[in-house]
C-alpha cells in the first residue's frame, strides 16, 4: 500500500526551539505539499515542491521554511517555534503535474507549542 | 484560484444513499472537480473526480452537471465508516496546488 509517513504523531516543544516535521513518501511522486489545519479555518497550504531543491509559497509560509534534498523527503522547519503554530500540520504528496492525480495524506502531526 | 460552496453539514441514515451537493459557478474549463474525505483523527483521503463526465469508482460516484457548475458526491448505501468532512475542490489544468475549502461534515444516524 503506498504510503505517505510523517515522522511524528504528536509533538510538543518550547516557544523559540527549531522544530522540524518529516515527511517521506514511497510512491515516487514528484510533488509534496505541506498543509496545516485549524479549527474553524481549514487546511490551509504552507509550502509546496514540484521537483528536488524546488520549492513553492503557498498561503501562508511566514514563520516556515522548507527543505526537499531527495525526491522522496520534504521537511518543514519552523525556524522559531511560537504558540501560533500550535497546530495539526499534514503531508501530501501527488504524482506530478495533471489534475488526473488524486493527493495522497500522511496521518499528520499535531504540534503544540508551549 | 475558482471557489466551491458546499452545505456545512448533512445528516443521512446508515445504509441509504446520500447526496452531497456542491456549487462551483465560477469553473473556467480547465478545472478538474475532485472530491476528498477526512475521516476523525486523519489526514484527507482522495475520492474521485471528473471534468465533465460522470464517473464511478469502488468509492462513490459523481455526477457533474451539464454546465458544469454544480456536482454531486454520491455514496451509494452509507456507514458509519463514512462519517467525515467531504471536501469539493476545483483544481486547475496547469497547477498542482489544491485549496481546500470548509468542506461537509457527514453525520450517519445508525
Known amino acids: 500500500d503506498v504510503k505517505v509517513t510523517q515522522s511524528s504523531r504528536y509533538l510538543v516543544k518550547r516557544t523559540g526551539e527549531k522544530v522540524f516535521l518529516e515527511c517521506v513518501q514511497d510512491?515516487?511522486?514528484?510533488?509534496m505539499f505541506w498543509y496545516r489545519q485549524d479549527p474553524g479555518l481549514g487546511l490551509r497550504l504552507i509550502y509546496f515542491s514540484y521537483d528536488v531543491k524546488m520549492k513553492e509559497k503557498g498561503d501562508i509560509p511566514e514563520g516556515y521554511s522548507v527543505s526537499r534534498e531527495k525526491k522522496e523527503r520534504f521537511s518543514l522547519i519552523l525556524e522559531s517555534a511560537s504558540t501560533n503554530q500550535t497546530s495539526m500540520y499534514l503531508c501530501?504528496?501527488?504524482?506530478?503535474?495533471?489534475?488526473?492525480?488524486?493527493?495522497?495524506f500522511g496521518s499528520g502531526t499535531r504540534l503544540t507549542v508551549v | 484560484d475558482a471557489k466551491t460552496t458546499q452545505p456545512n453539514s448533512m445528516e443521512s441514515n446508515e445504509e441509504e444513499p446520500v447526496h452531497l451537493p456542491c456549487n462551483h459557478s465560477?469553473?473556467?474549463?480547465?478545472?478538474?472537480i475532485h472530491w476528498y474525505r477526512q475521516l476523525p483523527s486523519q489526514g484527507p483521503e482522495y475520492v474521485i473526480h471528473?471534468?465533465?463526465s460522470n464517473v464511478n469508482n469502488r468509492m462513490a460516484s459523481l455526477a457533474i452537471a451539464e454546465d458544469r457548475k454544480s456536482s454531486t458526491l454520491i455514496l451509494h448505501r452509507a456507514t458509519l465508516r463514512d462519517a467525515a468532512v467531504y471536501y469539493c475542490i476545483l483544481r486547475d489544468g496547469w497547477d498542482d496546488k489544491i485549496i481546500f475549502g470548509k468542506g461537509t461534515r457527514l453525520h450517519i444516524l445508525p
Open positions: 501530501a504528496s501527488s504524482p506530478g503535474q495533471g489534475t488526473s492525480y488524486g493527493y495522497t
Open positions: 510512491m515516487d511522486h514528484e510533488n
Open positions: 465560477t469553473i473556467s474549463g480547465t478545472d478538474y
Open positions: 471528473g471534468l465533465t
